[in-house]
């Protein structure tokens, strides 16, 4: 089986193993309720996407085998709507939902989605050319879910003057109001909604879908009708990710990404970007992401981020943050990004819904030993028996490793090949697959 066309996170560079981080904060949440997930445009019907159309690109992709045939044509709606930043103050986040329709009439749970690590401030998920609005309507809507997907704040037509990455206060946020804005949007483009709600995300959107699965069931239960979460290849355990000493595949996005982000939630990080980032990087790195114009590919061949061919991540690292930063993030306990990762960390809480945590043991970008079993570990602590995991690396392996095995050799065309496309491109439908039978159990 091949699977192509659906990768948003392959990278350039490759990591042996390691370390992911991001970010978190808090919010005094100022903005009455009322006012969000409350509609600023009409929902528009931007395409329909017909049984035929998508079981041709499912097909033709390879993707059938996971998905299935579809059972219901997709409608495909923008959505924009109005949320809370950082500190609760009032904006707006756009996005896309997902409709089932032609013969899908029974009305439908709400499948709330995250998206992964973007890098392009322009994207908008309300795009039915766009790779992973593709595999979210062959995953979910044309199975007969509805599905809502943010573009986070800061991204296409969010007037937020940055995006909080990895942020877990404001990621909870934007997916809720999300919710609150599909279901204002249902009636007016043909949407019946049956009261139930999931929650998913991959990546990033794994955090994200997290942090939105404990405020709903801390803040709004009785709103909000969540039944299950599907949490795939998600950073979790943030703090402890900082303390690894070597460079995940795309060091060079992520963190800069986290730590100006956490410099703009929390102001503390450090008092001027060289004392964190090497000289050219300094100069602009905290307007860099996400970027206007520039991909994840373009950003390396532009030079505004290091990790050219041959360059391992740890080359990367190395070539622009300070060594002295470096050292106090994975050696003081007291280091204020360390802390703010700790903020944002997903571990402590006790989920009422059933929870799937989804990931592949190879995955080099978001390590499941750091992050997944680290989760799975806490909830096992206090004996919940509603958490289960899942490990897809044999499937990856079977499907895309040559000879149904992982290679080897680093030094190797497949080994870069393979690691590069883990966790981007070959690991996501298979979680996918996951969680959408976690979802079928309780819809």
């Not at 609005?133 to 943010?150: C, E, I, N, S």
């Not at 981020?305 to 300070?322: I, K, V, W, Y």
């Not at 490990?391 to 870069?416: I, L, M, Q």
Request: glycine share 10%; aromatic share 8%.
């Amino acid at each position: 089986m091949k699977i192509t066309g659906f990768n948003r996170l392959h990278l350039t560079t490759l990591a042996a193993a390691s370390l992911l981080v991001a970010c978190g904060g808090g919010s005094n949440d100022p903005t009455p309720t009322s006012l969000r997930g409350k509609l600023i445009d009409t929902p528009k019907v931007l395409a329909t996407l017909t049984v035929a159309q998508i079981d041709a690109a499912t097909a033709s992709s390879g993707l059938q085998p996971l998905s299935g045939t579809a059972k219901c044509d997709v409608k495909v709606v923008d959505l924009n709507y109005n949320t809370v930043g950082v500190d609760g103050e009032l904006t707006n986040a756009s996005g896309v939902m997902l409709v089932p329709a032609g013969t899908c009439s029974t009305a439908a749970a709400l499948v709330a989605y995250a998206k992964g690590t973007d890098v392009q401030k322009p994207r908008t998920l309300a795009n039915p050319a766009d790779s992973e609005t593709f595999l979210l309507a062959a995953m979910y809507a044309a199975q007969g879910y509805a599905v809502v997907a943010t573009d986070y704040l800061g991204f296409a037509k969010s007037a937020y003057p940055y995006h909080p990455y990895l942020h877990a206060d404001s990621e909870a946020s934007v997916v809720i109001d999300g919710i609150r804005a599909a279901r204002n949007a249902a009636s007016g483009v043909g949407a019946s909604l049956s009261g139930k709600v999931m929650v998913t995300g991959y990546s990033q959107g794994g955090h994200s879908s997290m942090a939105a699965h404990r405020a709903i069931e801390r803040d709004n239960a009785t709103e909000i009708n969540l039944v299950a979460g599907a949490h795939l290849a998600g950073p979790y355990n943030l703090s402890g990710s900082t303390k690894v000493p070597a460079a995940i595949a795309g060091v060079q996005f992520f963190v800069p990404y986290m730590v100006t982000s956490y410099q703009k939630v929390y102001k503390n990080i450090y008092t001027s970007a060289g004392t964190v980032f090497k000289a050219p990087y300094d100069g602009y790195i905290e307007s860099l992401l996400p970027s206007p114009t520039l991909t994840y590919t373009t950003l390396v061949t532009s030079g505004k981020l290091p990790g050219g061919l041959g360059e391992t991540p740890n080359q990367a690292r190395d070539a622009m943050f300070q060594t002295a930063f470096t050292t106090d993030v994975q050696t003081n306990s007291n280091n204020p990004f360390y802390l703010a990762a700790k903020k944002n960390d997903l571990l402590g809480w006790s989920p009422k819904s059933k929870l799937l945590l989804c990931g592949g043991a190879g995955d080099p970008t978001v390590p499941p030993a750091i992050h997944q079993a680290v989760m799975k570990a806490d909830f096992d602590s206090r004996n919940l028996s509603n958490v289960s995991t899942v490990d897809v690396d044999a499937s990856v392996r079977a499907v895309f490793g040559p000879g149904g095995k992982a290679p080897t050799d680093p030094t190797s065309a497949a080994f870069a090949t393979y690691y590069g496309s883990y966790h981007g491109t070959y690991e996501p439908p298979f979680c996918h697959v996951a969680a959408r039978a976690t979802f079928d159990q309780v819809k």
